[in-house]
């Protein structure tokens, strides 16, 4: 045994390789995680750096996500509704005792926020029943006008209640997890899913006062699982942070050449032929893929956000900065503006090297 060991002791590599074998093993890992998207852009641009005959960019690394809103700054503080035993039996016609106690025993007091919604669109929607039907005739003066006051504060209250179930949920604010790492070109999995997740959760928020509309505990809670499998939000918009970046070093490519006396000169085939190359090459058709994909499932959480009430002064900031499809400094917008750019560059080119 002991001169079995020395024999593959003397085989051993040397240290320096596996240093190296450690070395090309980060580098693989870089290509896969976040890392696979920009091995592709770092490689566009390398290509564009020969076919301009100028030295290839040191790529700088991108800027991470703005941190979501800590809880207490996200959700709104909803008072309890507190009642005696006897005033709420006064009103038991209505149909509200049970639900009463299942909120108040221990299951209902650690019930997660989407549940607690549930129970106080049931509440409601049994109060502002009774308060329209015979019930209410029957009750004394000091229960009608109980009745009539915890109604009125119950509607208040609803559409606080269903902001906080969703931006108090795991599933919800996982979405936004700056831990996330970009979407990656081969992640061609659909967002069908997610995104009707999405709008389900919109017709949710807008349908909440509706008496017809009947939400089940079981296609809410599938949603909130879907939502959950994914943070989307934060792979699209680190997707897009590092897309900005690479492009607008490809546009320092550009007008370089652009700006020299002889543009023409260096390239290594004509503007035209150099441009219709590039653009059918794999990168191009992922930051294609990438701003269609941002704007549907942007789009989709903006028109979500837009069914509450007007949010928390920190989440409208975040909103702003990070989710909006138009202020010029949100990741979307100006993705687009330097993608733009990047084809009027191109245009520039082929027309001036024809």
Avoid at 63 to 73: L, T, V
Avoid at 93 to 116: F, K
Avoid at 197 to 217: G, H, I, K
């Amino acid at each position: 045994m002991a001169a079995s060991t020395f024999r593959m002791a003397r085989r051993s590599p040397p240290a320096w390789l596996y240093a190296m074998a450690l070395i090309m093993a980060l580098a693989l890992a870089g290509c896969g995680g976040m890392g696979e998207g920009d091995a592709l852009l770092r490689d566009y641009q390398r290509q564009l750096a020969e076919a301009l005959d100028l030295p290839a960019p040191e790529p700088e690394p991108p800027g991470n996500i703005g941190a979501f809103p800590e809880r207490q700054e996200r959700l709104f503080e909803v008072s309890e509704t507190r009642e005696g035993l006897l005033d709420v039996y006064a009103l038991r016609e209505c149909h509200i005792t049970n639900l009463v106690a299942a909120r108040n025993n221990q299951l209902g007091r650690v019930a997660p926020p989407s549940q607690r919604w549930l129970y106080e669109l049931e509440l409601w929607r049994r109060l502002d029943a009774c308060r329209d039907s015979e019930v209410a005739e029957r009750l004394a003066d000091d229960d009608r006008a109980r009745l009539e006051r915890i109604t009125r504060r119950k509607t208040r209250q609803l559409p606080l209640v269903s902001w906080n179930s969703l931006f108090d949920s795991e599933e919800w604010t996982g979405n936004f997890s700056r831990a996330s790492s970009a979407l990656e070109p081969s992640d061609t999995d659909p967002l069908d899913a997610q995104l009707e997740a999405l709008r389900w959760l919109r017709r949710a928020t807008l349908n909440q006062f509706e008496p017809d509309w009947s939400p089940q505990s079981s296609t809410l809670e599938g949603h909130l699982k879907t939502l959950r499998e994914r943070p989307h939000t934060a792979e699209l918009l680190r997707a897009l942070l590092l897309a900005e970046q690479r492009l607008g070093e490809a546009n320092d490519l550009l007008t370089r050449r652009l700006d020299s006396r002889d543009a023409c000169a260096p390239l290594d085939a004509s503007g035209p032929d150099l441009r219709n190359r590039f653009q059918a090459s794999p990168a191009r058709q992922w930051l294609a893929r990438l701003e269609t994909l941002a704007d549907r499932w942007l789009t989709a959480i903006d028109a979500l956000l837009a069914s509450h009430v007007s949010p928390p002064e920190a989440i409208a900031e975040y909103r702003h900065r990070w989710l909006s499809l138009d202020n010029p400094e949100a990741p979307l917008p100006a993705y687009r503006a330097v993608l733009d750019a990047h084809d009027r560059y191109w245009q520039r080119l082929a027309e001036r090297c024809s």
